[in-house]
């Protein structure tokens, strides 16, 4: 068995959406905790390893706004080259396109990391609602006040019948 360094630990954690304080469901965060602590071997750490710098790197060109490419400083969204007596290159940025398709590939890199470990990807927001249900958050937007009493077993029996 081998076990993820702390530092390790906490790159998993951050891409894969686990905050302490972040509503994780108990249970989860403690499979997060013993798929960290028992890899089996050491070709299944050295996959993992390598999944965590993809995303690690993925992450990184995620950055629309901050990548230095192109002339105007955003991250390519299609970029062609033209090769003949004048070679050229052009390059498109289109900043929401962009943004959407790279943070999927990041999503994606993400899912794969999840799916190594064996547990849920709390990046992704359809994972983020389930989690939200079941820990008991839905409850958080009913009505302020005490609980309804007023169900109809209670009426018919609280009505004079006479």
Same mark, same amino acid.
């Given at each position: 068995?081998?076990?993820?360094?702390?530092?390790?630990?906490?790159?998993?954690?951050?891409?894969? *959406?686990?905050?302490? =304080?972040?509503?994780?469901?108990? +249970?989860?965060? #403690?499979?997060?905790?013993?798929?960290?602590?028992?890899?089996?071997?050491?070709?299944? %750490? $050295?996959?993992?390893?390598?999944?965590?710098?993809?995303?690690?790197?993925?992450?990184?060109?995620?950055?629309?706004? +901050?990548? @230095? !490419? +192109?002339? !105007? +400083?955003?991250? &390519?969204?299609?970029? $062609?080259?033209? #090769? =003949?007596?004048?070679?050229? !290159?052009?390059?498109?940025?289109? &900043?929401?396109?962009?943004?959407?398709?790279?943070?999927?590939? %990041?999503?994606?890199?993400?899912?794969?990391? #999840?799916? #190594? /470990? %064996?547990?849920?990807?709390?990046?992704?927001? /359809?994972?983020?609602? %389930?989690?939200?249900?079941?820990? =008991?958050?839905?409850?958080?937007?009913?009505?302020? *006040? &005490?609980?309804?009493?007023?169900? *109809? !077993?209670?009426?018919?029996? @609280?009505?004079?019948?006479?």
């Amino acid at each position: 068995m081998k076990i993820l360094s702390s530092f390790d630990r906490s790159r998993a954690a951050w891409h894969l *959406g686990y905050n302490a =304080g972040a509503q994780i469901p108990a +249970g989860d965060y #403690a499979r997060f905790i013993e798929a960290t602590n028992k890899i089996p071997d050491s070709y299944w %750490y $050295e996959r993992i390893i390598n999944q965590l710098n993809r995303c690690d790197r993925a992450y990184d060109v995620s950055d629309v706004l +901050g990548a @230095s !490419t +192109g002339a !105007t +400083g955003l991250q &390519p969204t299609r970029s $062609e080259v033209i #090769a =003949g007596d004048v070679n050229r !290159t052009m390059i498109v940025s289109e &900043p929401d396109k962009a943004n959407a398709k790279w943070w999927e590939i %990041y999503l994606t890199e993400c899912d794969r990391l #999840a799916e #190594a /470990l %064996y547990i849920a990807n709390y990046r992704r927001e /359809l994972v983020r609602r %389930y989690a939200f249900e079941r820990s =008991g958050s839905e409850f958080i937007n009913a009505l302020p *006040g &005490p609980a309804d009493v007023a169900v *109809g !077993t209670r009426i018919f029996l @609280s009505e004079d019948w006479r």
